[in-house]
């Protein structure tokens, strides 16, 4: 049921946003951006009640929970660049939107570097057992 209130927030947010367009454009941008940020915030308390379940998974699976809390920071960082680059898109800021994404990618690559040296690691002891 989450979901129709999140649908019913973004539609009230964009019918009053268009409505003050013309005359208040500059409470347009008020309730566009105040709008956003109640998505953004309904989306972050729905993920939270599901971390739990990621950290049965690593204990489950035997994967160290460092490690899938890396994933799940790089997955939130992926979210979070790309709602705002959207945000920037709809206020015609398309040239910092882009350099936003550009950013996003690379905290993402710097948060891989664990992952990366993990799965190294791994392959360097598979082979070794082969060989």
Do not use: H, W
């Not at 915030?41 to 379940?53: Q, V, Y």
């Not at 996003?104 to 690559?109: E, H, M, N, T, Y």
């Amino acid at each position: 049921m989450e979901i129709f209130q999140l649908v019913g927030i973004a539609f009230i947010t964009a019918v009053t946003a268009l409505l003050l367009k013309e005359t208040k454009p500059e409470l347009s941008f008020a309730v566009t951006v105040t709008g956003s940020i109640i998505l953004l915030l309904f989306a972050f308390e729905l993920f939270r009640g599901s971390i739990s379940i990621f950290n049965r998974i690593a204990e489950t699976t035997g994967i160290k929970s460092s490690m899938v809390k890396i994933i799940l920071k790089m997955v939130g960082i992926g979210y979070l660049v790309e709602f705002s680059a959207g945000i920037l898109n709809d206020f015609g800021q398309n040239s910092v939107a882009d350099k936003l994404v550009f950013c996003g990618k690379a905290v993402v690559l710097i948060l891989a570097i664990p992952i990366l040296e993990s799965v190294l690691s791994l392959v360097s002891k598979l082979l070794g057992l082969i060989g």
